[in-house]
């Protein structure tokens, strides 16, 4: 890439994947960036419900990368409505960022790099969700042992556990695989954190 200097760059986020209500003009979108704080975000959500209780959901959507923190901050959410039952619908899309470099010699044409960036939007209502909207995305604050996980469907059923492992040495740095230990730890201690924030506010 010596002989190629970066031109051009652009984002194609991606839409709402829910169908309505959930991706509706008015719907409450709650982003999350990495650096998003917990006990903020929890209070936004809390004040909202409290403020338009004629509005039954929220939508939480993730932000350049923010996949795990988002997924936390439901699960805070859910703890802090630990009175009543939550309802979750969750679905993962794609941001494009698309990147042209020139060359800047004669003969080899341009390059133009596509990088899928993971986005995870989560609803969290009130109510249940109509039957024909059901699917195995969903749950309910009262589940037990519900695990998510960061591999699409393509990826994820169809392979022997030889070619997964193999896959897994050569995707260091893969945006889907699962969070590391530490990793996991951190967001555990924010979380057990923010939930302490919150009872003595």
Request: a positive charge; one cysteine or more; charged letters at 30%.
């Amino acid at each position: 890439m010596d002989n190629y200097v970066p031109a051009d760059e652009s984002t194609e986020e991606a839409s709402n994947p829910f169908p309505a209500p959930y991706n509706s003009a008015d719907a409450k979108i709650m982003v999350v960036s990495k650096s998003t704080k917990f006990p903020k975000i929890i209070g936004h959500v809390r004040e909202h419900f409290d403020t338009h209780p004629d509005h039954r959901f929220v939508v939480f959507k993730s932000t350049n990368g923010a996949t795990e923190r988002a997924i936390s901050c439901v699960e805070v959410l859910k703890q802090q409505f630990a009175e009543q039952e939550l309802y979750q619908w969750t679905k993962v899309v794609c941001d494009k960022r698309v990147s042209l470099w020139k060359c800047l010699q004669e003969g080899p044409r341009d390059i133009r790099v596509t990088v899928e960036v993971p986005v995870v939007f989560i609803v969290i209502s009130r109510d249940p969700f109509q039957g024909e909207h059901s699917c195995m995305s969903m749950q309910c604050s009262t589940d037990k042992d519900i695990s998510f996980s960061f591999l699409p469907p393509s990826q994820s059923g169809g392979k022997s556990k030889k070619e997964r492992k193999g896959n897994r040495k050569q995707g260091e740095g893969n945006k889907w695989t699962k969070p590391s230990s530490d990793q996991r730890r951190k967001e555990h201690k924010e979380r057990e954190e923010a939930l302490k924030e919150l009872q003595n506010s």
